[in-house]
Nanobody, 124 residues
Framework: QVQLVESGGGLVQAGGSLSLSCAAS????????MGWFRQAPGKEREFVTS????????YYVNFVKGRFTISRDNAKNTVYLQMNSLKPEDTAVYYC?????????????????WGQGTQVTVSS
């Protein structure tokens, strides 16, 4: 079992930036891919980005490409999400998750441990 704690959410104006962190404990963090998902009010949870175990391979959903950057520091058991050029439609609760495998995945069912989420609100 792994415990994940997200931080860094908040309120920002459109066009601004936020940096999220997700600290992991309880399992060998560096062996597994990580992902960020988000859930807006009244909508289903959706995939945002994933990073493989090494940090060398990443994947982004189209609507965040060029604006968001995922990274990880295996020595610190932490994954990051840098969000730039934020839009009101990015408003959601953002969750980090640990995959069952080592490679990137866009599928919710591939992730078996989830953080509690952090709220990101972008005002227009």
């Amino acid at each position: 079992q792994v415990q994940l704690v997200e931080s860094g959410g908040g309120l920002v104006q459109a066009g601004g930036s936020l940096s999220l962190s997700c600290a992991a404990s309880g399992r060998t963090f560096s062996n597994f891919a990580m992902g960020w998902f988000r859930q807006a009010p009244g909508k289903e949870r959706e995939f945002v980005t994933s990073i493989d175990w090494s940090g060398r391979v990443t994947y982004y959903v189209n609507f965040v490409k060029g604006r968001f950057t995922i990274s990880r520091d295996n020595a610190k058991n932490t994954v990051y999400l840098q969000m730039n050029s934020l839009k009101p439609e990015d408003t959601a609760v953002y969750y980090c998750a640990v995959s069952r495998g080592a490679v990137v995945s866009t599928t919710t069912d591939d992730y078996n441990n989830w953080g509690q989420g952090t709220q990101v609100t972008v005002s227009s």
